[in-house]
Nanobody, 124 residues
Framework: QVQLVESGGGLVQAGGSLRLSCAASERTFSSRAMGWFRQAPRKEREFVAAISRTGDSTYNADGVKGRWTISRDNAKNTAYLQMNSLKPEDTAVYYC?????????????????WGKGTQVTVSS
């Protein structure tokens, strides 16, 4: 089981930026696709972005396309989510997750290991 720790959340004004990090506990992280998800109060957890093992394939949810970028540094066992042009509706707890294959997925059911999340709050 891979241990994942998210960081970088916080309070930011609308239009601002944050960079989330997801640090993995072991080098098998580099052999796994990973994804970012979020859960707002009273809503279901939803897909945000995903990236392949090598980082050459990325996928973003429609609501964040053009604003956010997912990336990874396998040498550091870390993935990132650069969030620009933040909106109040982006307020949520953000989770990173890994799955046991090379290929990313937008379905949370396809991910095996999850972090505990980091809170992002965007004020208007």
């Amino acid at each position: 089981q891979v241990q994942l720790v998210e960081s970088g959340g916080g309070l930011v004004q609308a239009g601002g930026s944050l960079r989330l990090s997801c640090a993995a506990s072991e080098r098998t992280f580099s052999s796994r696709a990973m994804g970012w998800f979020r859960q707002a109060p009273r809503k279901e957890r939803e897909f945000v972005a995903a990236i392949s093992r090598t980082g050459d394939s990325t996928y973003n949810a429609d609501g964040v396309k053009g604003r956010w970028t997912i990336s990874r540094d396998n040498a550091k066992n870390t993935a990132y989510l650069q969030m620009n042009s933040l909106k109040p509706e982006d307020t949520a707890v953000y989770y990173c997750a890994v799955r046991s294959t090379l290929y990313p997925s937008s379905s949370l059911n396809n991910y095996n290991d999850w972090g505990k999340g980091t809170q992002v709050t965007v004020s208007s």
